[in-house]
Antibody, heavy 117, light 112 residues
Framework: QVQLHQSGPGLVKPSETLSLTCTVS????????WNWIRQPPGKGLEWIGY???????NYNPSLRGRVTISADTSENQLSLKLSSVTAADTAVYYC????????????WGQGTLVTVS | QSVLTQPPSVSGAPGQRVTISCTGT?????????VHWYQQFPGTAPKILIY???NRPSEVPDRFSASKSGTSASLAITGLQAEDEADYYC????????????FGGGTKLTVL
């Protein structure tokens, strides 16, 4: 059974860089799209971006320039970095797996609440 | 402002049928991209409910169904149960935003 386990600090200071890691167990990174999605408190879901197992990335235009998604296939981990954070970046962040670039997310991490303060 | 538009809330009594709409444009749903639906309970990650417009994972009851037409999609829940009370989100793909996955703003379902 594929499981995604997230880790990283829950508190980040304004103007600093948010960093989260998602460790995949029960499967490899190969042949899937690995996404980051966030949800501000009490609000809806926002797609941040994805990385394909071959390293190709695509980001939400509203965050492009501040976001970097990378993957370490040897460790079965993906990471998210979001720079120059503000209070508007306070959200629960999720990693999630998808079969293709336009498809649905079949497996999700447990979510990490990151507060910018 | 979400790219896909959903009603903020819907409600129904146990046993009733409710529907949740998801309205897009010609660059996402209207362009032929699949629509997917998620169910989310407080404090938990979303769970896929319907994928590729009208397909249910095996563990999802057949009380849940969905359809798509033109620039809109709809989720229907029949035989409403108290345990269905949750937030529901639609998701598609938009080719006008450098290729972005897009979500609806979410709909809170209240079982009266």
């Amino acid at each position: 059974q594929v499981q995604l386990h997230q880790s990283g600090p829950g508190l980040v200071k304004p103007s600093e860089t948010l960093s989260l890691t998602c460790t995949v167990s029960g499967g490899s990174l190969s042949s899937f799209y690995w996404n980051w999605i966030r949800q501000p408190p009490g609000k809806g879901l926002e797609w941040i971006g994805y990385i394909y197992y071959n390293g190709r990335t695509n980001y939400n235009p509203s965050l492009r320039g501040r976001v970097t998604i990378s993957a370490d296939t040897s460790e079965n981990q993906l990471s998210l970095k979001l720079s120059s954070v503000t209070a508007a970046d306070t959200a629960v962040y999720y990693c999630a797996r998808a079969w293709d670039s336009t498809g649905y997310h079949s497996y999700w991490g447990q979510g990490t609440l990151v507060t910018v303060s | 402002q979400s790219v896909l538009t959903q009603p903020p809330s819907v409600s129904g009594a146990p046993g009733q049928r409710v529907t949740i709409s998801c309205t897009g444009t010609s660059s996402n749903i209207g362009a032929g991209y699949h629509v997917h639906w998620y169910q989310q309970f407080p404090g938990t990650a979303p769970k896929i409910l319907i994928y590729n417009n009208n397909n249910r994972p095996s563990e999802v009851p057949d009380r849940f169904s969905a359809s798509k037409s033109g620039t809109s999609a709809s989720l229907a829940i029949t035989g409403l149960q108290a345990e269905d009370e949750a937030d529901y989100y639609c998701q598609s793909y938009d080719n006008s935003l450098s290729g972005s996955r897009v979500f609806g703003g979410g709909t809170k379902l209240t079982v009266l």
